[in-house]
C-alpha cells in the first residue's frame, strides 16, 4: 500500500473536514479590512461602554453653538466660555439680540474668535427669522448656516436628533488611515470608507469612541505602531512607523 508523505495527509484530512464544516483556518499573515473593522467595534465597545458627548450642552442650539465653536480649537477651552455665553443668549432669540462684540468678549480665547462671533450672532438670526428659533434636522438645511460644515452638521444631526452620521475629525482621519481603513485621501474618502465598513446603527456611538481612543493613545506624531492595544491586536507584525495624510 502506498504510504503518502505527511503534507500529502495533512491535505487529505483537510479536505475530510472540510467537508464535514470543520477545516482548521490556514494562518494568515494579518486580519483583513473587515475583520479589523469588527475588532475595532468590539474593543471600543469594551473600552468605552459610555460615551458621553464632549461638549457641554443642553439643547439642539447650545449643541450647535459648542460645536461651531470647536472648530480649530479644542472641546475643553470651549467648555469653559459656553457657561457665561448661553447664559447671556441661551435661546437663538437672546443670542441674535446680544451685539457681535458681546459674543466676541465671550469667546475671545478661542481660535478664530471674530469669525466665530459673527458667525454665532448671524446664525442665530437666521433661526429666529426661518426657522421659527428652532434648529432644523436636516443636513442640508444645517449646512446652509453661517460657519456650519458637513462636519458640524453631521455632529449635531447624531448627537441632538439621534440620526445616523460619520462626523470625520482629526483623530478619526488619523486612525482610519493607522488601522488602514482608509486610504486618507480625503475627509470625505474617510467618512465614505467607514460608512461603508461599520453598521449604520454604530456610527453616532463609534465617532465618539474613536475620538477616545485617539485622544488617550493616539497622537498626531508618528508612531512605531507598536505601543497601543488596537494597533498591536490588528497588527501584530508592524514595525515601521505609519505614516498618515493630515485632512
Ligand atoms: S500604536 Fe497607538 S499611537 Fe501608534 S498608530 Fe496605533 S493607536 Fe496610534
Redesign the pocket.
Not at 483537510?14 to 474593543?43: N, V, Y
Not at 466660555?81 to 465671550?106: C, K, Q, R, S, W
Given at each position: 500500500m502506498e504510504v503518502k508523505n505527511s503534507s500529502s495527509c495533512y491535505k487529505l484530512v483537510r479536505l475530510a473536514l472540510a467537508a464535514l464544516g470543520s477545516a482548521p483556518k490556514r494562518s494568515r499573515p494579518g486580519l483583513k479590512k473587515r475583520e479589523r473593522a469588527q475588532r475595532i467595534l468590539q474593543r471600543l465597545e469594551e473600552t468605552y461602554p459610555e460615551t458621553p458627548i464632549p461638549l457641554d450642552h443642553t439643547d439642539p442650539f447650545t449643541l450647535l453653538i459648542a460645536v461651531l465653536l470647536s472648530a480649530q480649537c479644542t472641546d475643553k477651552k470651549v467648555n469653559e466660555v459656553t457657561p457665561a455665553l448661553f447664559t447671556a443668549g441661551p435661546t437663538p432669540a437672546a443670542m441674535a439680540a446680544l451685539d457681535e462684540e458681546t459674543i466676541l468678549n465671550h469667546i475671545r480665547q478661542l481660535g478664530l474668535a471674530k469669525t466665530k462671533a459673527r458667525n454665532v450672532k448671524k446664525l442665530a438670526q437666521i433661526l429666529v427669522t426661518a426657522y421659527d428659533g428652532e434648529v432644523p434636522a436636516s443636513f442640508e438645511e444645517l449646512e446652509a448656516l453661517p460657519g456650519v460644515g458637513h462636519k458640524t452638521a453631521s455632529v449635531v444631526m447624531a448627537q441632538a436628533f439621534g440620526v445616523p452620521a460619520f462626523p470625520v475629525d482629526t483623530h478619526i482621519h488619523r486612525?482610519a488611515q493607522?488601522w488602514g481603513l482608509s486610504s486618507g485621501d480625503s475627509v470625505q474618502r474617510t467618512e465614505r470608507d467607514l460608512k461603508q465598513l461599520f453598521p449604520e446603527e454604530a456610527w453616532n456611538k463609534l465617532h465618539l469612541q474613536i475620538i477616545f481612543y485617539g485622544r488617550e493613545?493616539?497622537?498626531a506624531r508618528g508612531?512605531d505602531?507598536?505601543?497601543?492595544p488596537?494597533?498591536t491586536e490588528l497588527y501584530p507584525n508592524r514595525r515601521k512607523p505609519?505614516i498618515w495624510r493630515k485632512p
Amino acid at each position: 500500500m502506498e504510504v503518502k508523505n505527511s503534507s500529502s495527509c495533512y491535505k487529505l484530512v483537510r479536505l475530510a473536514l472540510a467537508a464535514l464544516g470543520s477545516a482548521p483556518k490556514r494562518s494568515r499573515p494579518g486580519l483583513k479590512k473587515r475583520e479589523r473593522a469588527q475588532r475595532i467595534l468590539q474593543r471600543l465597545e469594551e473600552t468605552y461602554p459610555e460615551t458621553p458627548i464632549p461638549l457641554d450642552h443642553t439643547d439642539p442650539f447650545t449643541l450647535l453653538i459648542a460645536v461651531l465653536l470647536s472648530a480649530q480649537c479644542t472641546d475643553k477651552k470651549v467648555n469653559e466660555v459656553t457657561p457665561a455665553l448661553f447664559t447671556a443668549g441661551p435661546t437663538p432669540a437672546a443670542m441674535a439680540a446680544l451685539d457681535e462684540e458681546t459674543i466676541l468678549n465671550h469667546i475671545r480665547q478661542l481660535g478664530l474668535a471674530k469669525t466665530k462671533a459673527r458667525n454665532v450672532k448671524k446664525l442665530a438670526q437666521i433661526l429666529v427669522t426661518a426657522y421659527d428659533g428652532e434648529v432644523p434636522a436636516s443636513f442640508e438645511e444645517l449646512e446652509a448656516l453661517p460657519g456650519v460644515g458637513h462636519k458640524t452638521a453631521s455632529v449635531v444631526m447624531a448627537q441632538a436628533f439621534g440620526v445616523p452620521a460619520f462626523p470625520v475629525d482629526t483623530h478619526i482621519h488619523r486612525l482610519a488611515q493607522r488601522w488602514g481603513l482608509s486610504s486618507g485621501d480625503s475627509v470625505q474618502r474617510t467618512e465614505r470608507d467607514l460608512k461603508q465598513l461599520f453598521p449604520e446603527e454604530a456610527w453616532n456611538k463609534l465617532h465618539l469612541q474613536i475620538i477616545f481612543y485617539g485622544r488617550e493613545y493616539c497622537t498626531a506624531r508618528g508612531c512605531d505602531g507598536t505601543v497601543c492595544p488596537l494597533c498591536t491586536e490588528l497588527y501584530p507584525n508592524r514595525r515601521k512607523p505609519v505614516i498618515w495624510r493630515k485632512p
